[in-house]
Structure formats: C-alpha cells, structure tokens
C-alpha cells in the first residue's frame, strides 16, 4: 500500500515562524481595522473641506480641543484624520501589550514554555525569535494600514502620498513597538500576565495624559518629553505640510530596543515561573494579612455570584477609575470650553457634525459634553467584553468541571456569573454618575439632574446587552473566537453611530446599532421603553445563553 | 436483582466523525470498589464525564442510585465525589479558599473531618493553588472529593502524580470509605493499583468494553517482565518449558534472560535459582502493552462477550 509522507508545514519549523502564524488574524484584523477608522475619518472630512466655510468651522472647533491632539492643518483630510483620531488610535497599543505580556510571562503561566525550552535552543534564541515574530506583526500591520490609507487618501482625495500613507503605518507601529516592549519589561517583575498588563496599560494612561500636558499648559514640552506618546505626535505623515520627525522615530525604536534588550537580559537570568526582585524601596508593603487556613471565612467563597464579584473586583475598579474619572474630566473640560462654543456659526458644517453627534444645539455646552458622554457607553461596553472573556476562559481552560461536580444547576451558575458581572456593571454607572454629578456642581455647568441620570445609568442596558449576545456567543465559539467577533461588533457600533451620521447613511442602517437607540440622554433623557427594549434583548440572548450552557457539552 | 449504584446501558458518545465511547454498557453494585481500566484515550474520562453530565451522550441510558445522570444530575451531584484527571481551579485562589468554597457550593461541610483530611495529607492550606506542585494540587482535588462523605466517588485517574505513600493513604481513604458504605468508580490504566483496591474490574478499549467481572476473573492478563543476569551461561530452555512463561529471550550473550511470564513468577524464580544469580529486575508492563502485545486484534471479539457477562 502506497503509504502518504507527511510533510511538515514550513510555518512550524522554527519558533519565529510558528509565532507569526499565530499572529496572521491579528495583522489582518488590526491592519484593517486601524485603516478603515483613518479612511471613515478622511471620506467624511473630504466633503466638509470642498468649501472655505467648512474648513473654517473645522479649524475653529478644532482648536477647542488641542488637548486631544494639536490641531495641524485640521482643513485637510489627511490633518483632520490625524487630528481626530489624536490619542484615540493607541488603541492599537493594546495588541503588542497583550502578545508581549503572553509570550513568555503567559508561556510560564501555562507550562508551554518548559516545553520549548527543553528543546536544544538558548532562552536567549526563543525570546529573540517570538520578539522578532511580534515585531514582524506591527511590521505587516503597519503595511497593511499604510497600503489601505493611500488607496481610500487616493479615491476620496485625501492629499497625502503613499509615501506618506507607509509612514503614517510606520509611526504608529513604532508607538506600539514601545508599549510592546514595556509589557515585556513589566511582566520580568510581576508573576502573573494579567498583572504584567494591567500596569503596561496603567504606564500608557500615564504616557498619553503626560503627553497632553504641554497642549494644555504652554511651556511644558520638557514634560511632555518623558512620554513615548510625545514622539509619536512629532510625526504627522497624513500632513505632508508637516512631515515626519525621523529622529523622534529613532526615540521610539531606540526606546523599544532598550527595554526589549533589557528584558531578554532580566529573562535569560532569571528562573522560570519566577520573577525579578524589585529593590526592597520599590516592593509593594505587605498588607500583614495572615496566611488563609481553614476555615478561611471569606465571604466572597460564599457562593458563585460572590465568587465572580470578587473576580472582577480589580477589573471593575480600574474601569470605574477610567469611566467616571473621564466623564468628570469632560465636564470640567467642556465647562472651560463654553465662551468659544458660543461663537459657533450655527449654520457651519462643525455645527451641523456636533448636532448629529451630541444631538442639540451647538451653542450649548451641553450638546459638546452629550457628544462626548457617547463615548462612555462604549467604554462600559468594552468593560463587560472582557468580563465575557473571562467567563468564557473558564470554560475552555476546564475551571467549571469541579464547579458542576457540585450540585449546582448549570443554569444557575451562567446567571450568578452574569449578576455578578450586571453588578460591577451598575456600580461603574453609579460611580460614573455620583463623579459625575459631583464635577457639575463644582463647575456649576447647567445639566439637567434627571438627564444625568439617564446618560449615566443608561449606559447599563448598553453593556448588559453585549454582555449577553457574549455569554450566547460563548456557547459554541471558542474564547478567542467570542472576544474577537465581540469586539468586532462593538467596533461597527461604534462605526454606524459615530461615522454613519456624518456619511449621511439611511437611518434603517443606523438603527442596527444599539447606540442609536442609547441617542443623547444628556439632552433629551432616555425613554423607558427604549431601557426595557434593550434589556429585553440582552433577556432573550441571556435565556438563549442559560438553555445553550445547559445543555452542551462541557470540556476544554 | 438489587438495585445497582452505576449503571449505564449501550452508552454511545462521538466528537463529531470521532469515535468516543460504544455501546458501553456496565453495572456497578452498592459497596464496589469498581476499576475501570483502559489504555490512554480508550474511553475512560468520556464514560465518566457522562455520569458526571459533564458530557451528553448520543444515546443510550447513564444511571447513578437510580436517578439519570443527566435530567437528575443536581441531585446526583449531592451524593458524589469526584476527581477529575486534569484538575483546573482558579489559580489565585489558596488550597485551603478552594476547599471552602465547593464546601460552601455544596452547602457546608464538616469542618473538622476537611482539617483532617488536609492533615493527613499533609497539603499546605495557606498556598494559592497555582503556587503548588502537581502533587499537591492533586491533593486539593482529592480532598474535596471526600470532605463531604459521599455516598458515590468518581475518581478519573486518582493517583496520577501523588508519591507512593500519598497514593497509599489514597488507598487506605478509599478503603475506609468502602467501610462506611459508598461506592467508587476509578478509572486507571495501572492494573497493579486496580488489583489492590478494587473488587470489580471492567476494561474498556477503543471505546468498547472488552471485559467485565470480578478482580480475580481478570488476574489472566496480568503480565510480569523479568530480566535475569547470571553469573555464568544458562539453557534457555530451563525456562521455556516452564507453563507460565510466555516469552524467553537470551540476552547478554546467554549469560541473561528476559522473560514475560503470565501470572505469578514464582516457577520461574525457583527455576533460576538453581544457578548463580548476578541481579533480577522485574517490572510491570503498561496496560497499553499488554493490549498491543497479548490481545492485539481480539478486543473487538471480546467486545462481544462483555455484552454477555453484563446481562
């Protein structure tokens, strides 16, 4: 019998190639991604730009918000793309800070590192091969985003080259390359890769509010200097009139060789499944808690809800930090901004996009602060995506076997997880609204208590709703296949609403988001019927996601 | 007839084209200590994770004290320990947190026999679970099988990474649990450790049950390796002649032996002591060899017998 000889795929023969076949969907999905939010931007600025008054009203609104990002040639397509999309694009950042934080912190937490390990090859070599593979990734998501801006700069005349369109791609990899090689610095001193991200994306909040300083404070660039982010905004490749700064690239990459170099040198000496002492200045204090015997007496052992409350307790609480510290931010902001608002042109083409976003009239502060409090829905959203991760890693890493080994119906447990995660979910709304509140009477800005109230707590049904097509989505896909498609969802939402209006798109399309629904409750409230049409239908994916956990199969 | 504790009938469960367990029918009795052995993937955690409801099967009927294990299976769930063979709990959570919390989920337990249980196998509470060795998480997983007292244990692979004296306090546990009343199930592919513990045996293969009966109907494929070294050449036919040997091989220019012998060796230890013995190393062969060696393309006509003896 004529036997078939296996060929080994070339993908797999080394650690390089075997790491950058894991990324392929990434370099896709994130070149893609980042390219259509520039090409949205640029295809709806072409038309305001035709006239002079649009380019005036651009330029004037613009300036209000130099503290997201100085506005540069805010008249051109390619300028206003730069400028609205100002620190909003790193969110690119999060993909090197979570491959960096998983490929050698995340290989030691899941044993797969001792494997490779024990292969004839140096730690050194390993590390310098899964490096290079997720450099070699920002490379080709660079190339993919540079590619896909000059066609659509092309198409809707956006007055940049390819050139420059590669560079642009080029920038914001580097940006990225820097937080990459801080998560893989960070994850030497910290056991566990959650933590290892958690403070590489607390290093990146710090980076871009440093950055902000000197935009808001003249004077201060020498700040301003300390932030990698600084750097990344010396280039703007979209502004041919501008440019790029190659020395400020030369910075980011020198920054992302240093830090990498030094971390394959902390790696290489240090043991597996260990960490690098921090000097005794720089550790934590230790709490004094005693060591946890039996009975433990923890009342988050109670019962699963509790159990799963204690679990995103930390999670909830950064969000909380970052959702309501930003919804306070914006108030005392947009208070600052109210005497350039009133000198808007009621009939400018700016006028006409704040109308559309914030849903009012332009002239009051608080259709500016509605247009900005949209943004907050998307972040408690983003929240309950991770919280749907969570729930689905348990799954897949076989942590629910034990749980149903106990008499608990599946039912029940699906629900206890999902209360606890509706509960962190309220407490982000109500922190988000006390903040909130508390900012407006400080500033005295004139907002309407009960339109408050529904913009703040509004925001609930939003991410209760993700949440459940989550835990429904969760019921046949695989982790990774759930948050990616999650996210994927979330970022067409945030398209249809944000984008949609300013491309004029029929308003049959606009409904599909649940945003357009959310509308503007700073101004207009929220009607109860549209709270119970949007809890309704997180109840029947929810109810879908009970009957599915009940009765599938159960395994890793 | 009484009641039986386990039972399933024609059980059939498949990953798609892939084949996982066929036609498995078996009954386990109120006081058994049941060993379910089997080759790596022949069936074992599929048949368990069924009576766990952890799996649906495709068809056929799984029973545990009469309830189905699957519409019934919260109330099953309040009479059984189980131990699974890959135990993943929250990592950041400590040995002595874990135990607590399923004794909270199974609505409290007592907790002077879990301090006992943690004494007597000497487990660290105070580490998170991540922290400890195999060995040690393994103990977690072992205690809060027992520290409810159940009436049915469930233990896939139960001994997999304990220390031989660990393994032998497990022994003991099962035993005394056996005293008191309960029943247990235990997958293994050790027929050395079936043998002391259990009192049934059942051997699963490819999926199918191949054999069914009590331990001492299965001490035939029991297999032991001998490999004798002489001082000086000796005939290999002193042993081939013996009944109970299978296999005889000459080996370091016929100044050694290598024997597979069926049963006890004792024939052939006496026959080698007539000459002047160098050294004697005797091992076990794997479940997995003795099928792929001893019953190689005949399972599947046993297959057929085993139906018989479960009716």
């Known amino acids: ?556 | 007839m009484t009641e039986a504790m386990i039972e399933t009938g024609q059980l059939n469960k498949s990953y798609g084209g892939k084949r996982g367990i066929v036609d498995v029918s078996l009954r386990v009795e109120p006081g058994d200590v049941f060993g379910f052995l089997g080759p790596n993937g022949a069936g074992k955690t599929t048949t368990i994770r069924i009576l766990m409801a952890l799996l649906r099967a495709d068809s056929g009927s799984a029973r545990i004290d009469g309830l189905d294990c699957w519409s019934d299976s919260v109330a099953i769930k309040r009479v059984i320990g189980y131990m699974p063979a890959e135990p993943a709990l929250d990592g950041n959570l400590t040995g002595g947190q874990l135990l607590e919390y399923l004794g909270h989920l199974r609505g409290g337990v007592d907790q002077a026999y879990l301090r006992q249980l943690v004494d007597r196998f000497e487990l660290d509470p105070t580490r998170k679970f991540r922290q400890y060795s195999s060995g040690n998480k393994r103990k977690v997983v072992l205690i809060q099988a027992f520290m409810h007292r159940p009436r049915v244990l469930i233990l896939d692979e139960p001994t997999s990474g304990l220390d031989p004296l660990n393994q032998q306090e497990f022994r003991r546990l099962v035993v005394e649990a056996r005293q008191g009343g309960a029943t247990a199930f235990v997958s293994s592919h050790v027929l050395s450790e079936v043998e002391e513990m259990c009192t049934r045996v059942g051997i699963i293969r490819d999926g199918r049950v191949v054999r069914i009966g009590g331990i001492h109907d299965v001490k035939d494929i029991k297999r032991s390796e001998l490999t004798i070294l002489f001082a000086s050449t000796v005939p290999l036919d002193v042993f081939t002649t013996l009944p109970d040997v299978e296999t005889a091989e000459s080996t370091a220019g016929g100044q050694g032996v290598h024997l597979t012998v069926k049963g006890p060796p004792d024939a052939a230890i006496k026959a080698a002591a007539r000459y002047d013995i160098v050294s004697v190393t005797s091992h076990e062969p794997s479940l997995e060899d003795i099928f792929l060696r001893y019953y190689g393309g005949v399972a599947d006509a046993a297959a057929d017998g085993a139906s018989e003896q479960v009716a």
């Open chain 1, 1 to 556: 019998m004529l036997r078939r000889t296996a060929h080994p795929s070339r993908s797999l023969s080394n650690v390089y190639l075997k790491t950058l076949r894991g990324y392929r969907v990434a370099i896709i999905g994130w070149g893609y991604g980042m390219s259509l939010l520039v090409l949205e931007l640029v295809a709806s600025t072409s038309a305001i730009t035709q006239t002079a008054a649009g380019r005036a009203s651009l330029t004037q609104i613009a300036s209000q918000f130099a503290w997201n990002a100085a506005p540069v040639a805010v008249d051109t397509p390619g300028g206003y793309a730069t400028f609205k999309l100002g620190v909003g694009i790193l969110v690119m950042a999060i993909w090197p800070l979570l491959a960096a934080t998983r490929t050698l912190r995340g290989e030691e937490e899941s044993g797969t590192l001792d494997v490779l390990l024990a292969t004839p090859h140096s730690r050194t070599r390993i590390a310098i091969q899964k490096l290079a593979a997720i450099g070699t990734a920002l490379l080709g998501m660079a190339l993919v985003i540079g590619v896909v801006t000059w066609a659509g700069g092309a198409f809707f005349k956006g007055g940049y080259g390819f050139t420059d369109a590669l560079l642009f791609g080029l920038n914001l990899a580097l940006i990225c390359a820097v937080f990459g090689a801080v998560a893989l610095f960070v994850s030497q001193f910290v056991i566990e890769r959650r933590r290892a991200a958690g403070w590489t994306a607390g290093v990146l909040l710090v980076a871009i509010v440093v950055d902000m300083v000197h935009r808001i404070w003249p004077g201060t660039d020498w700040i301003s200097a300390f932030s990698p982010v600084y750097y990344y905004n010396l280039s703007k490749p979209l502004v041919p009139s501008y440019g790029s700064s190659w020395w400020a690239m030369l910075v980011m990459l020198a920054v992302t060789l240093a830090l990498s170099g030094a971390a394959l040198a902390l790696f290489t000496r240090r043991d597996i499944d260990g960490m690098v002492p921090l000097p005794r200045r720089l550790q934590p204090p230790k709490l004094g808690r005693a060591p946890v015997a039996l009975p433990a007496r923890d009342w988050s052992l109670w019962s699963v809800y509790t159990r799963g409350l204690r679990a995103s307790a930390w999670s909830a609480f950064w969000w909380t930090v970052a959702i309501a510290g930003f919804a306070g931010w914006m108030v005392f902001a947009v208070k600052q901004l109210g005497s350039a608002l009133s000198g808007i042109d009621s009939q400018s083409a700016v006028s006409s996009i704040l109308n559309k976003l914030g849903g009012g009239d332009v002239k009051l502060t608080t259709t500016l602060l509605s247009a900005i409090f949209v943004i907050l829905p998307v972040l408690l959203m983003a929240f309950a995506v991770t919280q749907v991760n969570r729930w689905s890693s348990d799954e897949e890493e076989g942590r629910f076997e034990l749980l149903l080994a106990t008499p608990q119906p599946r039912t029940r447990v699906l629900l206890a997880r999902f209360a606890a995660l509706a509960s962190a979910s309220i407490a982000i709304g109500l922190a988000t609204l006390g903040v909130t509140a508390l900012a407006e009477a400080l500033t005295g800005l004139p907002l309407d208590g009960a339109d408050l109230v529904a913009a703040t707590l509004g925001m609930i049904p939003l991410g209760l709703l993700i949440a459940a097509l989550g835990y429904l989505g969760a019921g046949w896909l695989k982790t990774s296949a759930d948050t990616g498609l999650l996210s994927l969802l979330l970022a067409a939402w945030f398209l249809l609403s944000f984008v949609g209006p300013e491309l004029n798109w029929p308003d049959a399309i606009l409904r599909l988001s649940p945003f357009y629904y959310y509308g503007s409750p700073l101004l207009h409230g929220l009607q109860l019927s549209v709270i119970l049409g949007l809890l309704a239908t997180a109840a029947v994916a929810l109810s879908g996601s009970a009957v599915r956990f009940a009765l599938k199969d159960i395994g890793r």
